[in-house]
DNA sequence: TCCGCGTACGCAAAGCATTGCGGAGAAGAA
DNA sequence: TTCTTCTCCGCAATGCTTTGCGTACGCGGA
């Protein structure tokens, strides 16, 4: 219902010149008179004349959107790289176009095509988590759109990618734990086929092989990320011959189900039983025990991977990963040593 | 970078006919005989078609697009309302534009210009808590754009607009705490004159009124909704001669920050102190002890304003306010009774 | 044989901005 | 006076789709 849109052409007829004199004495055109120029940048602007995208786009064959996929929008680790994304792009003039996969690679398809019919120019995207095949991607790289992946990523050699350093996190998860006292380490992974999982077994192997703690298959599960089986999981744990001494787990809401869950059976943290997550910090500061937490650079991510997206536009052959540092802050959760003290 | 898109006029060169046929048969229009109609269909099937919306919406003059402005993207909140806007929006074809206010006027104002630039068919947006003027939506109107408020809203007489019910809702707090044994309920308020921090005064007031509460100006206090004044308002409680003996506030942000300051001092939760937020399920679930709360339909306001959008599209007048009803989910933060028994 | 009508399709304009090229007009030179 | 040249601006095509209107062809009836 909105009124038509001021075009070139309402300038032109107020003036009794051509569009094409309007046009290019906004883009100060030599060709143009300095009056003339003069006169129609200033209705210009007294009208607010603003170029129609939709036009521009036809004939520079471009939207200026860029598509972001993510799981979901209410994780605020996604919210937040979303954020990040969003800042960077409109500094360049370009918006974004959101779409949730819902965790389900069902949806992130049908969302690849939402905004493909959109025409956006470019989609930055996190997998969802059950993700395991990926023609859909190899559809967009063949079609030569821009593609850039963040966290949980794939197709590494094709496609420029943002991750934070999760091997090392886990690395050093297990060593702050080891420092503190916990001897036996249980770890809740996601699912295998997801890059955050295989390197974060990695970092909890290698970690463990460094702290010189032997590492016990049954300490080790993977994890739909649902509530339920986190419980289930922790439950197992709990039964074992040789318990843990301590947890930590792929994303915060696994590690705050796995507090509640030991809470409730009246297990104490951290004098009974360390626990660490890779969180945001507002959960974690508010959380009883505040949570040691791994802190992922979550605008950066964004921000980062909307730097690598405009240098794909530029360069389709461009395909690096950046791996960013993330920081272990210890708080009360794993806190062991200080509270013997 | 990306490869030309599929337009009419390849399908229209392929079969050697025209353009114009071709978008007739694609939309079985009679002129056009079945067997041509159903070969121009195949060939569009098979070669994965898709109109160009630029061109559509230049034709059309309109893009599909609603401009979403929510003072943050990182709080659970507005991410779910968006989810729930997208939700809707998707199923009718459209997408949503985000912009971010974080919290400022001046941003506000600027992601409506951004949006416009855009051309957006129409904008949703939460006012920023700074927002104390109204002439930037004012505009809107006036050139017609279909405009929708959810949660913070403003002229309602003009603005179909989507709230959740504050006034009973706070009203339901009082007396949840008063029949817990509280009897001074203090209220961290937000600035005075954004929608809901009236309404919410509004319904602390009615709610003393009948509990049989006497109001004492001391104990509701506005909050800029920073985490500084948070604590320096708690502790400005807690100094007082006659302190509150409970309290709750108009966000999560706020009532965490408070629940963390009383803990630091060594008040018992809820012992001594009964605390009550407006605050998300995860949040609330995860607190310690966890948190009695109103829970707002966040998911449903998102429906319901997305659902107001296309009402305002078609009806220009249209400006009705919907009130969603809101659970108080009693938790431990305000068991009083529980746990003296 | 010719007219009339229906069938089945194409032309072109509109929506908007950009840009190569062509052209009108003026001023200077021969 | 006439030709050249430069300044300054307009025409038209491009990108893509929709749709009113025009048209070619075929067939039946007179």
Redesign the pocket.
């Known amino acids: 219902m909105a009124k ?9 007829s107020e003036l ?12 100060n ?9 003069r006169k129609v940048q200033e209705l210009a602007a007294a009208r607010h ?4 995208p ?3 786009g ?4 471009e939207t200026k959107m860029i598509g972001v996929i993510v799981p979901d929008l209410v994780t605020h680790f996604y919210s937040s790289v979303i954020s990040g994304i969003e800042e960077y792009a409109k500094n360049r003039g370009y918006f974004i176009l959101l779409a949730s996969s819902y965790e389900s690679m069902e949806k992130e398809i049908e969302s690849i095509s939402n905004l493909l019919k959109a025409r956006v120019d470019g989609m930055i995207v996190c997998l969802s988590k059950e993700t395991s095949r990926f023609d859909h991607f190899l559809q967009l790289i063949e079609n030569e759109i821009p593609l850039v992946f963040f966290d949980r990523v794939c197709l590494t050699e094709l496609v420029p990618c943002v991750v934070a350093d999760n091997r090392n996190s886990v690395e050093k998860i297990v060593s702050h734990l080891k420092e503190e006292g916990f001897k036996r380490i249980a770890f809740i992974s996601g699912p295998a086929y997801l890059s955050i999982s295989q390197e974060r077994i990695e970092g909890y192997l290698s970690g463990l092989k460094k702290s010189g703690l032997e590492f016990d298959p049954d300490l080790l599960q993977s994890c739909s990320m649902l509530t339920e089986e986190a419980i289930r999981i922790t439950d197992s744990f709990l039964v074992l011959p040789n318990p843990p001494d301590a947890i930590f787990a792929i994303n915060d809401m696994v590690i705050f189900t796995v507090m509640k869950e030991l809470k409730r059976r009246g297990i104490k943290i951290p004098e009974d039983f360390g626990v660490v997550g890779f969180a945001d910090e507002f959960h974690a500061t508010f959380s009883s025990p505040e949570l040691t937490t791994i802190t992922h650079p979550t605008w950066e991510i964004g921000l980062k991977a909307a730097e690598l997206f405009f240098k794909k536009m530029e360069d389709p052959t461009f395909a690096e990963t950046v791996v960013l540092k993330t920081t272990l802050v210890a708080r009360e959760s794993s806190k062991k040593l200080k509270i013997k003290n």
């Open positions: 038509r849109h001021l075009s070139l052409k309402d300038l032109a009794n010149i051509s569009i094409s004199t309007v046009s290019r004495a906004l883009k055109h030599p060709d143009i008179s300095p009056e003339l120029t004349y603003v170029p129609n939709l036009a521009m036809l004939l520079k064959q």
